[in-house]
């Protein structure tokens, strides 16, 4: 299993649970993003610097990963592409994205993007916090020891 890490909105305070578990497992890592970013020094980790645009990072993502991979993304459309290719996907609070759960997710994402669109006001996630963070933590691990 390779884990691919969605770099562009990839929160700072997840950078060292990752980082730790790549280490321990030695998991081949790439991180995918329109800018430079970094988790951490590894010759494990592959840096991905793709082009400008909305969809670039996550087309790369999807090109590269294969069954079984790990796709780490608060992108849900990205997700849905990945769990299509019988790979796994996780969010940054911890949600894991699975056959069962991706289509009412992708459902709820695009109609709040419709409902955003008629010029409704809406809430946008709460802000990113320990709970998250912890949650994160919680479910890569649970997963991690599940398939590695």
Known sequence: MRIFVDGDAFPNLLKPIIFRSIERLKLETFVVSNKPITIGKSE?????????????ADNHIVELVKEGD?????????????????????????????VDNIKQ???IRNLMEKIRESGEMTKGPKAFDQKDTHQFANQLHKFLTKYC
């Open 44 to 56: 494990l980790i592959t840096y991905l610097i793709v082009e400008q645009g909305a969809d670039e």
């Open 105 to 107: 997710y992708l459902a």
């Open 70 to 98: 790990l796709v780490i993304t608060a992108d849900i459309p990205l997700a849905d592409r990945v769990v299509s290719k019988n790979a796994h996907a996780i969010d940054h609070r911890g949600e894991l994205y699975t």
